[in-house]
């Protein structure tokens, strides 16, 4: 089975600063997805980016981008210029890949950020 | 942008009791999916559903558990017999077609639920 990661709690960051939020994973397959999502106070789960793992290439959306280390089954989230509303609990999630696997998403336990003023 | 809608947003129910959470999907999607999240803990997955059937349930979805489509556009959570643990909130998501794998779950705002 695989599990997934996120060794901070919580994280702060400066208004315009950046910042980097950890998630590694373990998984026996060679082909999946991982996703970042934002959890709001208002509770509603947002995916902010994805990337496939057969893609070398780390996947970007404005100033959200990945670190993405196959061999090291990392997988981190990077964000530019954070602004107030980037205040959430992110959550990395991993999905299989194969056509007859498992397609629910197995989620981190969560990193709550604080973005300050 | 379409969204997941679910209803209602907070749900008070007293132990023992069956308690109905509803979903209505993204209209061009064809999976459906519930996940829960107890209070500071992981969103925990709990069922699929795909052409009118349960794809994939974890060992949370005993037999308390229920999932429906009643119609082409409500999916619906019955817990039968509430328990104490069962207090979370409750997501409903759903993703596009079967082809594209890394289709992202859509997810709704949730329902939280309390049993007394």
């Known amino acids: 089975a695989q599990t997934v990661t996120q060794s901070q709690p919580e994280m702060s960051v400066q208004e315009a600063e950046t910042v980097t939020l950890s998630c590694t994973y373990d998984?026996?397959?060679?082909?999946?997805?991982l996703f970042w999502y934002k959890q709001p106070p208002s509770r509603q789960m947002i995916l902010v980016i994805r990337?496939?793992?057969?893609?070398?290439q780390n996947a970007t959306e404005n100033r959200f981008s990945v670190n993405f280390q196959k061999a090291a089954k990392s997988f981190s989230l990077k964000i530019s210029d954070s602004q107030l509303g980037d205040a959430a609990m992110y959550f990395c999630a991993y999905r299989s890949a194969g056509w007859s696997s498992a397609r629910q998403l197995t989620f981190g336990s969560g990193t709550q950020l604080t973005v300050l003023p | 942008e379409p969204e997941v809608t679910q209803t209602p947003s907070h749900q008070v129910t007293q132990m023992g009791q069956e308690v109905i959470l509803r979903c209505v999907p993204i209209?061009?999607?064809?999976?459906f999916y519930w996940y829960r999240q107890i209070l500071g803990q992981k969103v925990e997955f709990l069922v699929s559903f795909y052409n009118n059937e349960i794809s994939e349930k974890s060992e949370i979805f005993d037999d308390q558990f229920s999932v429906e489509r009643p119609d082409g556009s409500n999916f619906t959570l019955k817990i039968r017999s509430t328990k104490l643990e069962d207090s979370a909130m409750y997501f409903c998501?759903?993703?596009?077609?079967?082809?594209?794998?890394?289709?992202?779950?859509?997810f709704g705002n949730g329902t939280r639920l309390t049993v007394t």
């Open positions: 998501a759903s993703s596009e077609v079967w082809a594209a794998n890394n289709s992202p779950l859509h």
């Open positions: 998984t026996s397959e060679s082909d999946y997805y």
């Open positions: 209209s061009n999607h064809l999976y």
């Open positions: 990337q496939e793992a057969y893609k070398q």
